[in-house]
């Protein structure tokens, strides 16, 4: 193994280390969805995902 | 109606300090971006090694955990923005030396440019007109990113192409939940440090940017 996947993978474990407290207080203390927000968010979503396969169809 | 009065004035001032918390970080956004692009330039001229990415990443991560928590509160702050985004800029040369050595390189550069643009702007744009609070997806956006993390940690192990282009697309969803939820924060008061929201927003643009021409440069049929 390489020191390149070394050094990646300290980093990504540090990455880990450090999200982890933060993600655990995200979600106790995040609010709940209202109505329409699921929808909200699925519209917008959606249209990057059109988006990101009419740009690979482009470069193909 | 004089009772009314400092209600409607404190709703005029909080709206003013988010406009100005909004023109604050889309100005130093686009001064950091176009910064990064220019270290990104120096880091192709230089032609650095592939260590080079490794080493920014990490410099500019140590700079976000540790140092700019402390200064974020004062003009110090602006100073550290522009060394995390210059790094994470000047990381960027030997990936696209790579792809410009690719007969499309070029085009696969500028379409993942163009269209990292287009989904920050669009996006952006969503969050500001519908003013929607997008904060429930805060727990969600978090667990995602670790889970993002925990499997390309795995797949540095593992080497699997199609593993890695999932990571890819996930990732490319992931920050542009995280496009609306940053911008949607700013706009509903729960981001007024202008110099934090514009790290949040360089770090969506950066990470969705680079992921779209991970996904471009490996469907695009030209190896």
């Given amino acids: 193994m390489d020191w390149f996947k070394i050094g990646s993978a300290i980093l990504i474990g540090a990455m880990i280390i450090f999200l982890l407290p933060r993600a655990k207080q995200m979600v106790k203390h995040s609010p709940k969805a209202k109505e329409g927000d699921w929808q909200a ?15 690979i169809m482009s470069v193909r | 109606m004089a009772f009314n009065q400092p209600a409607v004035s404190r709703s005029a001032e909080s709206v003013l300090a988010t406009n100005k918390v909004l023109r604050n970080t889309y100005s130093l956004l686009s001064m950091t971006l176009l910064f990064s692009a220019l270290m990104a330039a120096v880091s192709m001229y230089v032609e650095t090694g592939p260590g080079t990415y490794l080493l920014s990443v990490g410099g500019a991560f140590l700079l976000i955990w540790l140092v700019l928590p402390r200064t974020a509160n004062s003009s110090a702050g602006i100073g550290v923005v522009f060394a ?5 800029g000047f990381s960027l040369g030997p990936i696209l030396s790579q792809y410009l050595a690719l007969p499309n390189g070029a085009q696969l550069i500028m379409t993942a440019l163009g269209g990292t643009g287009v989904i920050f702007l669009g996006l952006s744009g969503y969050a ?7 904060s429930f997806l805060g727990g969600m956006l978090f667990v995602g990113l670790l889970v993002i993390l925990f499997a390309a940690l795995g797949n540095i192990f593992f080497a699997i192409p199609a593993l890695s282009l999932a990571i890819s697309a996930a990732v490319i969803l992931l920050f542009s939940g995280f496009i609306l939820y940053d911008t949607s ?17 360089y770090l969506d643009i950066f990470n969705i940017f680079i992921h779209l021409l991970n996904l471009l440069g490996a469907l695009s049929g030209d190896d």
């Fill in chain 1, 41 to 55: 968010l699925l519209i917008p979503i959606g249209l990057v995902v059109l988006f990101v396969i009419f740009l």
């Fill in chain 2, 185 to 201: 924060r700013i706009i509903n008061g729960g981001e007024t440090n202008y110099i934090m929201a514009t790290v949040a927003l």
């Fill in chain 2, 84 to 88: 995390i985004t210059g790094l994470l």
């Fill in chain 2, 128 to 134: 500001l007109t519908t003013k929607r609070d997008f």
